[in-house]
């Protein structure tokens, strides 16, 4: 099976902020939260390498601690998103005609609900959290996730050697864990990476609009609304976090795509 440069590109983007994130619950060059504003604005030196930003805090530290903190919401919420999805998508496909109707509209009202719109009512009830935003997040998500697993595991359900297994006697959880699992894999598989990618914008904008991680934790998105004013004199305070941002979803879709070349036979073949 030949290599899939995708793949390899987009595990390697992944493995390295996942190493970063790791690396800020060891250490970073200095305090994240430390005030310094003797050091307001400084350059990218020896010292600091990125610059420091308005309160004089060292932004190569802002940023490992936001990797951590945007990198683990992600995947908290992409969790979320894959139990909720897999779990509707199979039960909708298993079910009997009316309660794949009742559970598809409700998938559909969700998918109708952008992520924005429940982090605020869920803002509104508890005030900005990351819980509540991961939890609005992998909602969001999970709905989406639902949809395209229901759509090929009603496939899966309606092959042929899954209709002679049932009519040999085997029961439903019978089905779904040696056919309807096992055959989904891959799609959900590429399913994780995108909604992971997806999560990972999300996390980013509602930090920007304070409904996400609170104060003074640093992250990607907050790094971004707290330095927006200066993006004329100071371009690189909010260059170096949208950066991050952008890298971290490449590598996710490019993983995405990896996967799908590598799992997916027909791509393998003919894309």
Do not use: K
Not at 29 to 44: E, G, H, K, N, W
Not at 99 to 120: F, K, N, Q, Y
Not at 159 to 186: D, E
Not at 243 to 265: A, Q
């Amino acid at each position: 099976m030949r290599r899939s440069p995708s793949l390899v590109a987009g595990g390697l983007v992944i493995a390295v902020m996942a190493t970063l994130a790791i690396l800020a619950l060891l250490w970073t060059p200095y305090d994240p939260l430390v005030v310094d504003t003797t050091a307001r604005f400084s350059s990218p030196s020896w010292q600091h390498w990125l610059g420091t930003d308005q309160l004089g805090r060292d932004v190569l530290s802002n940023l490992l601690v936001g990797a951590r903190t945007s990198l683990t919401a992600a995947l908290a919420a992409t969790v979320i998103a894959m139990t909720i999805g897999a779990t509707l998508g199979i039960t909708t496909a298993v079910s009997p005609r009316w309660l794949d109707g009742v559970l598809s509209a409700i998938v559909t009202v969700v998918i109708a609900l952008p992520a924005l719109l429940l982090a605020l009512v869920l803002a509104a009830a508890r005030g900005p959290s990351t819980s509540a935003a991961v939890a609005a997040i992998g909602i969001a998500a999970g709905a989406s996730v639902a949809a395209v697993t229901r759509f090929d595991a009603d496939g899966i359900v309606r092959s042929s050697y899954v209709l002679a297994s049932r009519y040999s006697g085997a029961s439903t959880p019978l089905v779904i864990r040696r056919h309807v699992l096992r055959n989904l894999a891959p799609t959900l598989a590429v399913q994780a990476s995108g909604a992971a990618s997806i999560a990972i914008i999300a996390e980013s904008t509602l930090s920007y609009l304070g409904l996400s991680t609170p104060p003074p934790t640093p992250s990607w998105g907050r790094m971004l609304a707290s330095t927006q004013q200066y993006l004329l004199v100071h371009p690189l305070l909010m260059f170096w976090p949208a950066l991050f941002v952008c890298i971290t979803v490449l590598g996710f879709n490019l993983l995405g795509d990896g996967l799908r070349e590598r799992l997916d036979p027909t791509v393998a073949q003919y894309g």
